[in-house]
């Protein structure tokens, strides 16, 4: 069964700056999609980027970034130029159709 | 366009009542989902659709039951109410090959 890891519970970051976040998965799969949500107070899962396994190139969209190492398993998300705005739970998720499989979250704050 | 709509947002059950909540989606997709999150445990899939008339379980599906009669409508149903039911739980629903849309979740709290 395919699993996702997220190892950081807990991150911070100074607004203006940029912070990594850190996602593993395992799987033996070999064309999937991983995707990264954002969840703020509100509740809502929102999507943030997404990753398709036979793209090389990495997801961009706006100030969001994606590490894709396909043969390390890794998924990294990086936000550039960070905003209060981006506080929230962040989840990693490995899909193999027609499932999602989403990592425990990592809880992001912004420091003014 | 209203997305994924979950009804009801918030109730309180009684241990042993039963209950079903609601989901229902207008964007003609083909996938829906039901998944419940708890602190610490992200969110995790009780049951699955890939189309109407079908469902499948997921990782939690002990306590739970499911119907698609409806492409639109994916109903969970809990027979019997448990306090470890207690959570928010989730309604998504996706096309082929892209990504789920979720709705707001509904909080659930089992006394």
């Known amino acids: 069964a395919q699993t996702v890891t997220q190892s950081q519970p807990e991150m911070s970051v100074q607004e203006a700056e940029t912070v990594t976040l850190s996602c593993t998965y395992d799987?033996?799969?070999?064309?999937?999609?991983l995707f990264w949500y954002k969840q703020p107070p509100s509740r809502q899962m929102i999507l943030v980027i997404r990753?398709?396994?036979?793209?090389?190139q990495n997801a961009t969209e706006n100030r969001f970034s994606v590490n894709f190492q396909k043969a390390a398993k890794s998924f990294s998300l990086k936000i550039s130029d960070s905003q209060l705005g981006d506080a929230a739970m962040y989840f990693c998720?490995?899909?193999?159709?027609?499932?999602?499989?989403f990592g425990k979250g990592t809880k992001l704050t912004v420091n003014p | 366009n209203a997305g994924v709509t979950q009804t009801p947002k918030f109730r309180v059950l009684k241990t042993g009542q039963s209950m079903t909540l609601l989901c229902a989606q207008d964007m003609n997709h083909e996938y829906m989902y039901w998944y419940r999150q708890d602190p610490g445990m992200g969110l995790r899939l009780i049951h699955y659709s890939v189309g109407e008339g079908t469902t499948a379980k997921g990782e939690v599906p002990d306590g739970y039951n499911v119907s698609r009669l409806k492409k639109q409508n994916f109903l969970l149903g809990l027979e019997s109410a448990a306090p470890s039911q207690t959570s928010v739980y989730f309604c998504a629903s996706s096309s082929v090959g892209q990504p789920q849309h979720f709705g707001d979740g509904t909080r659930l709290s089992i006394l």
């Open positions: 799987t033996s799969e070999s064309d999937y999609y």
């Open positions: 998720a490995y899909r193999s159709l027609p499932k999602l499989v």
């Open positions: 990753q398709e396994a036979y793209k090389q």
